[in-house]
């Protein structure tokens, strides 16, 4: 028997490819009367590039610059989630009410989409992939592919349509 879907975890890049994986997420609340829960990554600097920063900050100046842009840069951020889904939805104010929470976290995305799918007790992860040329219509973008790796949940990787979309982060 398959299990009832109550929880969605669509989990987002920004991308104009995760924007239109957004309305997977929504058909799929909307057939199975589920929540979905909004998730973006913001990844750490690489070691290489706290390095390289750091041939012209110390450490002290780098974490402190670090600090003060994060809070700022994850409420932006989660604002602008917000503002896609509320244009998204704007017709459907039922389905606006399906979106349970906006979350910004920091780390590694295919760890923090895992952590979060369970601690939030998601049923399935919804996720857009992207296709940049003729090996990457081979093989899925890296954190899909992690994710895909690590995890038995059912998981909803969608590729980028061939034809232009109507959806898109970019003006938000």
Do not use: W
Not at 3 to 23: C, E, G, Q, V
Not at 29 to 47: F, G, M, R
Not at 142 to 158: C, D, G, M, Q
């Amino acid at each position: 028997m398959i299990p009832r879907i109550k929880k969605i975890l669509y989990a987002t890049d920004l991308s104009k490819n995760s924007a239109y994986a957004f309305r997977y997420a929504i058909n799929s609340a909307q057939k199975h009367d589920a929540k979905i829960y909004i998730l973006h990554v913001v990844e750490k600097l690489s070691p290489s590039a706290e390095g390289l920063i750091s041939m012209f900050l110390d450490r002290e100046t780098l974490a402190k610059l670090q600090a003060e842009k994060k809070e700022e840069q994850m409420r932006r951020i989660h604002q602008r989630l917000s503002e896609f889904a509320k244009r998204e939805l704007q017709e459907d104010s039922e389905t606006m009410n399906r979106v349970a929470d906006i979350l910004v976290v920091e780390g590694d995305p295919a760890t923090e989409i895992l952590q979060k799918a369970e601690e939030l007790g998601c049923d399935i992860i919804v996720m857009g992939t992207h296709s940049h040329g003729i090996i990457e219509q081979t093989f899925l973008g890296s954190v899909a592919e992690r994710v895909l790796e690590r995890t038995r949940k059912p998981i909803y990787v969608i590729p980028i349509p061939e034809e232009d979309t109507d959806i898109t982060f970019r003006d938000i």
